[in-house]
Structure formats: C-alpha cells, structure tokens
C-alpha cells in the first residue's frame, strides 16, 4: 500500500534536509528519504556535510588548533603548561558527539515540521500521469507516492584510478575523520580543501605532513595574491607542499603506502607514508537512483541535468546540490533546496550561484566571493584593487594572529565590488559583509562610508575598501 505525498525528497543533507523544511512550511505534505545510517544503526540525517564533511572536520580542526595554542602560543599570554599531551581516542569521541547532536537536531526539525521521514534508499519505480512512485528500501521499506520529487543525494570522494579506498591506510574524506592515533607520516594527493584541512589538523598533532599537488600554481581557484599568502603561511607552519607532480604507481601494504611521483622537474620521487588522503575532487550520487525508470536525463560525469531553476528534463523532479552543475557546497545546495520548494509553490524562488562564498578552514581561513584578480584580466574587465594586511589590524594584535590580509576588487568605472578575498583569521565570518554588500551591488566607496566596530577584524574590510580610492587610514 503506497502512502501519497505533495513531495519527496530523496537525500536528507544540506539541500534535502532544507527543501523538506521548506516545503513542509508552505504547507505541502513532505517525506524525506535517507540512508545513512549511525554506528548504532540508527538514522543519522544531515548527509556528507554532517557525518564526514564540514562539521566533523570543523571539530578536529578547533581540537588540534586548541592543541596548537596551548603549546606554542599560550606562554605569550603568560599561561604556563606543563606535561601537554593530546587524547585522540577523546578527540574523535568528541567529534562524534557533535555530529550526533547535529543528526539528532536535523530529526527534531523534521517532527517540529511535521516531514514524515524514511531511513533506507530511496530511487524511482515509476511515472505515471505526472504521478511518480518510489521505493525504500533498507531500515524502512515502503513505496511512497508524489507529484513531486526533490532529488539531493549528494556526492563521494572521488578515488584515485587503481588504488581503492580501504579508509585504514588509504583515505578519503571518511576515512581522515577516523584515524585513531596520529600518524608519524600523512600524504596527502590534492591541496584542495578537505585535503588543506585534514593535512592541517594533523600537522598540529605532530605528523609529517606532505601534500602532492598536480597543478603547477597552489589553489589556482583562488585569487593569487592570497593563494601565495596561504602558502607561504602553511609552508612557515611544516607543511610540505609540492606542486607540478604526476603520481604514478601507489602501494598499500597494509604498514605504509608508498606514491611514486615525478616532481616538477621532472625526476622521479617516492613517497612514502604511515596513511594517505586522497582529496581529488567528488562525484555524484546518481548510482541505486534507477533514474532510467523515469527517463531522468543525466550527464556524462553523472550528475543529473537541471537549468537555471534546478528543474530536471522530467516535469515535476528536481534536484540540487553537490549531484548538479555549480558548486559542491554545502550553503548552495541549502539555497537551492529553499527555492525549488518555493518555486513548486509558485514562488520565485532565487539562488545567485556568483555570490556563493567560499571557505577552507585552516589556520588562516581563506574565504572569497566572486571574481578573483585573474578572472578579471582574463575576461578584460577594468578594475580597482585595494587590499590591507592583518598585520596593522588592532584586534589581530591582540589576538596575535596577524597573518594575511584583505583583498577588494572593484570596476575601474563604476566602482561596484567585483570580488572580495581574505586569508587570516576568522576569514569565514568576515566574508558574509562582502557577499552582503555584492547582492546589494554595493561599491567600495560604500563600504569605506560605513562605520565598522573598533577594535575588530572587520575594520580590515573597512581598511581594503578604503584602499581602493588609496586612501587607507591605518597603514
């Protein structure tokens, strides 16, 4: 017997979790189907982002950094600390609280919201009539009926051609999040950001951290001013970063792994380490969604196709996230979720996937919004840069962390803000006031007009708008 609903939402991450929220809100009769799964067995919602993503890896990294200042940076404080030591086993139990507190949390929401929730699979049985029919299949196995079907589920880490992820030596994103003890030696194949934050959390643990980069420039989606300002950083930190490789063959013989690598050079390396991370990029869930059943059209790296509105080929399935075009983060696949459920309630529903903020949380944070330096002169758009350093910020003084700085792009004639770039400390707060002011179409001239709080890190931003017109105040 098949139970009917207004909507489904297949995937209970970011995107699905919000688009069921959503859609429950304006007044539509909402399930939402997961499988993931707790060690208890129990459902643990939140997708990728919450189990093994962004909230795990926010826990470790505040654990080790926590660790980093007690014992090198605490004495400058006059806070004296004998017999420092760190519990990993105590550190991953308290990772694994907060990502439970976060499953239990996106659960609670769904009772609140009145969002009839599954815990199995869920994929498509069949159309008819513009009405779909669904199975779930694993803890809870129902068949559920819609007219409409809101698919986000996700994406995996992407692994290397020939070396499988066993997530005891050989590492993807899971994995990283569960070593037990901190590893003597770390590899790591990718400078991306799970990549930069995993090799940063145990770097501060007291690994040797090497990290294998294909491209010739370091984050080469980042403005390059601040990329090199980022490195410069991490290399002063201990962590070895070679850029230009090719890797060749890896071995897993269950003690190490050794990569065999040609350096940009050209001469042949090997690498040997204790585990290995592999951050290579992601690819999307669209395998078990028996998306033929309804002729859902999908491209060739599997991700399904979807326009401007994330409406799929098939009328009434959408989909958002990490499994269609843009960006995969967390913040735009809730977007996206939010306007589907609106524009299935004819609302207009609206995600600008230009002003999407970016953000890799080491020490120091690197965040941006919209165009870097480089995008601009490849696309010879005249523009005005102004950018002002941490190092002459009174409130990164007292914090002691004045690495970085503050970068603000704005057109040579209009003076509207075109991209905003920081790296240092609490870049990934700093950064909502840029992308504020750019959905606002502000101009620098704004910004440097608006009075900022003294002392605080924002006044940065103040400072960089300022330097636009070349008129900084405090360097």
């Not at 380490?273 to 290579?280: A, F, G, P, T």
């Not at 523009?383 to 700085?405: C, H, Q, S, V």
């Not at 606002?440 to 605080?456: G, L």
Request: glycine share 12%; with cysteine.
């Amino acid at each position: 017997m098949s139970q009917n609903f207004d909507v489904v939402v297949i995937g209970a991450g970011p995107g699905g979790y919000v688009a069921a929220i959503r859609a429950a809100q304006l007044g539509f009769k909402v399930a939402c189907i997961d499988e993931w799964e707790n060690a208890a067995g129990g459902p643990a919602p939140g997708g990728t982002c919450t189990n093994v993503g962004c909230i795990p890896s926010k826990a470790l990294l505040q654990s080790s950094e926590h660790f980093e200042q007690a014992g090198h940076h605490f004495a400058d404080h006059g806070i004296g600390i004998k017999g420092l030591s760190m519990d990993v086993a105590q550190m991953i139990a308290r990772k694994d609280a907060v990502v439970k507190q976060n499953n239990d949390g996106i659960l609670y929401l769904f009772k609140k919201n009145k969002v009839s929730f599954f815990h199995g699979r869920g994929s498509f049985l069949s159309r008819t009539d513009g009405l779909f029919e669904l199975s779930v299949t694993g803890k809870s196995n129902e068949t559920l009926q819609t007219r409409h079907v809101i698919v986000a589920t996700g994406s995996s880490a992407r692994p290397l051609p020939g070396i499988e992820f066993d997530e005891v030596n050989v590492l993807s994103n899971d994995g990283a999040l569960r070593v037990g003890a901190t590893p003597k030696r770390l590899g790591v194949i990718g400078s991306g950001v799970i990549g930069l934050e995993m090799g940063s959390v145990w770097r501060r643990l007291g690994a040797e951290v090497t990290v294998l980069e294909g491209l010739p420039t370091f984050l080469g989606a980042v403005d390059q001013q601040i990329a090199k300002e980022a490195h410069k950083a991490f290399v002063k930190q201990g962590l070895k970063i070679e850029l230009g490789v090719k890797v060749g063959e890896i071995k897993n013989t269950k003690k190490t792994v050794s990569i065999a690598y040609t350096d940009a050079k050209g001469g042949a390396q090997t690498l040997t380490v204790d585990k290995l991370i592999v951050s290579i990029g992601r690819v999307p869930n669209t395998a078990g969604l028996n998306a033929e059943a309804v002729d859902l059209k999908l491209d060739e790296r599997g991700a399904i196709e979807v326009d401007a509105n994330c409406r799929t080929n098939v009328a009434g399935v959408w989909a958002v996230g990490d499994v269609v075009r843009g960006p995969m983060l967390a913040h735009k696949a809730e977007e996206e979720g939010v306007a589907v459920a609106e524009r299935i309630a004819g609302q207009h529903g609206h995600v600008d996937l230009d002003l999407v903020p970016w953000v890799i949380y080491t020490s120091p944070e690197i965040a941006w919004v919209g165009k870097n330096e480089q995008q601009l002169k490849e696309q010879g758009i005249a523009f005005k840069a102004g950018t002002f350093p941490f190092l002459a910020n009174g409130r990164a003084r007292a914090l002691g962390d004045t690495t970085g700085m503050v970068k603000m792009l704005a057109d040579a004639t209009t003076d509207e803000i075109l991209g905003v770039h920081v790296v240092g400390p609490m870049a990934s707060e700093l950064i909502a006031e840029a992308c504020v002011a750019m959905a606002f179409k502000a101009s620098s001239e704004d910004i440097a007009r608006i009075c900022h709080a003294h002392p605080s890190l924002s006044e940065s931003t103040k400072e960089a708008a300022l330097a636009v017109d070349k008129r900084t105040l405090n360097f």
